[in-house]
């Protein structure tokens, strides 16, 4: 594999203690205080079991060392119970990979995600993850606001991901919205919804104050998307939606059971 400088492997377990020193005889307890631990090239081993908490990502990777938190076996992230809005949150911060964890339940929700990803952030990984129970209004799978109109959130891959039972209405499942350039969307399942599934926008004022610039530059292929269904006015959910979007491939993608396929 590749050699990175002062890279370490590093662990968290149900049974470790956030004063430990991290190693795997040694595990800390939380992911959110290893998270604070990590630099460029480190890798986060998540234990197998539930963790009861909301993870603030803002340290950065580098180029060819970037910081990854890989869930080791069946790995819950749960929001039940905890504060916040989202349970992971990457905010301009690059350079990070989140591999295979389950997230759910993250409860009365008022415009919060699985995953959220804003700011400035570039070369973000989202592989294998199971996003699920996000309840309330405006409650999402993975969220991607390109709200800085001077950087773009750049070079981003959501692999292997699935998003289901969410109450996105009135935003959506999964959503790239603003400043968004150079992005896969691939095979990824999404389901059991009540608004629209996957969507790239461009053009909302609010995002960050300058319209022009749209999600852009990107693939969505191979996802399986079905029983998209708007809870609310006439039932007008597509699978997945361009929306203000530019120079966008959507290709080799199942659309089932929605209220529009493809818009």
């Known amino acids: 594999g590749a050699c990175f400088v002062n890279a370490a492997d590093l662990f968290v377990s149900t049974s470790g203690n956030d004063g430990a020193a991290g190693t795997r005889e040694q595990p800390w307890r939380t992911v959110g205080h290893a998270a ?4 460029p090239g480190d890798t986060l081993h998540v234990q197998p079991g539930t ?3 909301k993870i603030s990502l803002t340290r950065s990777g580098s180029e060819g060392s970037p910081i990854t938190l890989q869930a080791d076996g069946a790995v819950i992230v749960s929001g039940k119970g ?7 949150h990457i905010k301009d911060a690059s350079h990070i990979r989140i591999i295979g964890f389950e997230i759910r339940d993250n409860l009365k929700v008022r415009d919060g995600s699985g995953i959220r990803v804003e700011g400035a952030s570039s070369k973000i990984e989202l592989k294998n993850c199971r996003i ?3 309840r309330g209004k405006d409650a999402m799978g993975i969220t991607i606001y390109g709200n800085n109109a001077e950087k773009p959130l750049s070079d981003l ?3 292997g991901c699935e998003v289901y039972d969410c109450d996105p209405a009135q935003s959506e499942a999964l959503t790239l919205n603003g400043n968004v350039t150079g992005f896969r969307i691939l095979n990824k399942i ?13 053009g909302e004022a609010w995002i960050n104050g300058d319209p022009t610039k749209v999600t852009r530059n990107g693939v969505c292929r191979g996802n399986r998307v079905s029983r998209i269904r708007s809870s609310y006015g ?3 959910a597509a699978g997945i939606y361009v929306d203000g979007g530019s120079n966008i491939l959507v290709e080799d993608n199942v659309v089932t059971g929605c209220n529009l396929g493809i818009e």
Do not use: T, W
């Open 190 to 202: 999404c389901r059991d919804v009540n608004n629209i599934g996957i969507c790239m926008i461009g």
């Open 36 to 39: 604070s631990e990590l630099r």
């Open 51 to 53: 963790y009861k908490e």
């Open 157 to 159: 891959l959501i692999e």
């Open 82 to 88: 905890v504060e916040g809005e989202n349970i992971f």
């Open 234 to 236: 006439d039932g007008y």
């Open 132 to 134: 699920h129970e996000i």
